[in-house]
């Protein structure tokens, strides 16, 4: 898991943030910061123990740009997604000289945020299990999102994409419920996502054994899938 602290003032977003990044399993949300003097505080007392931000560029007495300027003095290494209502050139250009991950404009949707994970997730793995950087791993450093299936973070089912971080949450949520017989409607409204995802992502996990589909023919219209999560390789 990768330790992920969150630098925003708005409580409301700061809260909506902590809900929907805390829905990744790749993430382990370590804090959250009103200031991006706190934060940088933290973060030179703990240099090894943060893997990625979520940061906001409107931010009390120091912005995000500056805040930015400041970590890099000393920390090279750590991923920024950030995700703010800024959407004037002179910012995105200046963020993107620091070395983002990726810029997600507010609002934001939760679908948008999944991609922003998974490249994240794409360049952790390619960092950390390279040795020799060849021009193909150097173009995989520099496009992600275009090697998400090179690196692992997603695979294909017929023609459909399944999202390696979208696929481990509903993943997650079924073996929570393990035994349980749930409608789409139900697993969709717990994973607040909508039910044509939801319904691909159980149909793989289905393909793969995992997951139990049968039809309820008592609800007195037309027959309701229900699904059961049985666990890998049963």
Same mark, same amino acid.
């Given at each position: 898991?990768?330790?992920?602290?969150?630098?925003?003032?708005?409580?409301?977003?700061?809260?909506?943030?902590?809900?929907? %990044?805390?829905?990744? #399993? !790749?993430? /382990?949300?370590?804090?959250?910061?009103?200031?991006?003097?706190?934060?940088?505080?933290?973060?030179?007392?703990?240099?090894?123990?943060?893997?990625?931000?979520?940061?906001?560029?409107?931010?009390?007495?120091?912005?995000?740009?500056?805040?930015?300027?400041?970590?890099?003095?000393?920390?090279?290494?750590? !991923?920024?997604?950030?995700?703010?209502? /800024?959407?004037?050139?002179?910012?995105?250009?200046?963020?993107?000289?620091?070395?983002?991950?990726?810029?997600?404009?507010?609002?934001?949707?939760? /679908?948008?945020?999944?991609?922003?994970?998974?490249?994240?997730?794409?360049?952790?793995? %390619?960092?950390?299990?390279?040795?020799?950087?060849? !021009?193909?791993?150097?173009?995989?450093?520099?496009?992600?999102?275009?090697?998400?299936?090179?690196?692992?973070?997603?695979?294909?089912?017929?023609?459909?994409?399944?999202?390696?971080?979208? %696929?481990?949450?509903?993943?997650?949520?079924?073996?929570?419920? /393990?035994?349980?017989?749930?409608?789409?409607?139900?697993?969709?409204?717990?994973?607040?996502?909508?039910?044509?995802?939801?319904?691909?992502?159980?149909?793989?996990?289905?393909?793969?054994?995992?997951?139990?589909?049968?039809?309820?023919?008592?609800?007195?219209?037309? #027959?309701?899938?229900?699904?059961?999560?049985?666990?890998?390789?049963?």
């Amino acid at each position: 898991m990768y330790n992920t602290i969150i630098v925003e003032d708005d409580l409301m977003v700061c809260s909506i943030l902590t809900k929907q %990044l805390g829905r990744f #399993p !790749q993430l /382990a949300l370590t804090g959250s910061f009103r200031r991006c003097t706190d934060a940088l505080e933290y973060i030179t007392g703990h240099p090894d123990d943060t893997e990625l931000i979520v940061l906001d560029y409107y931010m009390p007495g120091m912005n995000g740009i500056e805040f930015l300027s400041e970590l890099r003095r000393t920390n090279t290494d750590v !991923q920024v997604i950030m995700i703010t209502s /800024a959407d004037e050139y002179s910012v995105i250009r200046s963020a993107m000289c620091y070395g983002l991950c990726d810029y997600i404009l507010k609002p934001f949707n939760s /679908a948008r945020l999944e991609k922003a994970v998974a490249k994240f997730c794409t360049v952790m793995k %390619l960092k950390n299990d390279t040795h020799v950087w060849t !021009q193909d791993k150097i173009d995989m450093l520099l496009c992600p999102h275009k090697h998400y299936n090179t690196e692992g973070e997603t695979a294909k089912l017929g023609t459909s994409k399944i999202n390696a971080a979208t %696929l481990s949450l509903v993943r997650s949520y079924m073996e929570k419920h /393990a035994g349980s017989k749930m409608p789409l409607s139900e697993i969709s409204r717990g994973l607040e996502l909508s039910t044509v995802t939801v319904r691909r992502y159980l149909k793989h996990l289905n393909s793969l054994g995992e997951v139990d589909i049968t039809l309820d023919c008592k609800t007195g219209g037309r #027959p309701s899938e229900i699904f059961e999560y049985k666990g890998a390789g049963e």
